[in-house]
Nanobody
Framework: VQLQACGGGLVQAGGSLRLSCRTSGLITSVFNPSNIAWYRQAPGNQREVVAGISAGGITNYADSVKGRFTISRDNARKTAYLQMNDVKPEDTAVYSC?????????WGQGTQVTVSS
């Protein structure tokens, strides 16, 4: 099972980015019931959850990103997304995705997001 996060980069404050987390090696019957989350970790900080989406599509967000970030999933593509709007310098971090299936948690490698002021 592999999770590949991509879409990061350098963006100016106020701009937008769309991160993708594509999975491979998970069959549909395992992916579809999973919960998915995006995390981030800035240098010197602990990893924190940014957003999550349940198998049924219920979403939740960290207070710091509410109203700016949107998490979504495409079960047919076995891919999760994080739309980041109105980004701020404090959003700078390595973003990674987590897929929590019934039996196991899977992590992808991170993608760097750098927001310049």
């Amino acid at each position: 099972v592999q999770l590949q996060a991509c879409g990061g980069g350098l963006v100016q404050a106020g701009g937008s980015l769309r991160l993708s987390c594509r999975t491979s090696g998970l069959i549909t019957s395992v992916f579809n019931p999973s919960n998915i989350a995006w995390y981030r970790q800035a240098p010197g900080n602990q990893r924190e959850v940014v957003a999550g989406i349940s198998a049924g599509g219920i979403t939740n967000y960290a207070d710091s990103v509410k109203g700016r970030f949107t998490i979504s999933r495409d079960n047919a593509r076995k891919t999760a997304y994080l739309q980041m709007n109105d980004v701020k310098p404090e959003d700078t971090a390595v973003y990674s995705c987590n897929v929590a299936t019934v039996n196991e948690d899977y992590w992808g490698q991170g993608t760097q997001v750098t927001v310049s002021s």
